[in-house]
């Protein structure tokens, strides 16, 4: 399995389709987003956990996939990685 490390160390497990959007079209594409955008959201929530953070785990828990606003994604990014536009490493295990 692909996975990719969080500023924490700890091992984030990619989804089946590694995180890549499909272009082919605007159904696929959309469902692809949804698809990374839940992760996005479960990794976050289980980082908080991780963490004992109940405050950000608030926030992460009320977000919605079908209206997540570029903000909320940056706020996941900088939360797991460090920063709001990551350059991840894929590791293979």
């Not at 272009?23 to 980082?47: F, G, H, M, V």
């Not at 926030?59 to 994604?73: G, W």
Request: aromatic share 10%; proline share 3%.
């Amino acid at each position: 399995m692909n996975y990719v490390l969080s500023k924490s160390g700890r091992k984030l497990y990619l989804p089946k389709n590694n995180l890549k959007i499909r272009l082919d079209s605007s159904r696929k594409c959309q469902n692809d987003l949804n698809t990374l955008n839940q992760w996005l959201i479960d990794q976050s929530i289980a980082e908080c956990k991780v963490n004992n953070d109940d405050y950000n785990i608030l926030f992460f828990q009320n977000e919605n996939i079908k209206n997540l606003p570029q903000a909320s994604i940056d706020m996941m990014n900088e939360y797991l990685f460090g920063e709001d536009d990551p350059k991840l490493k894929i590791y293979k295990e």
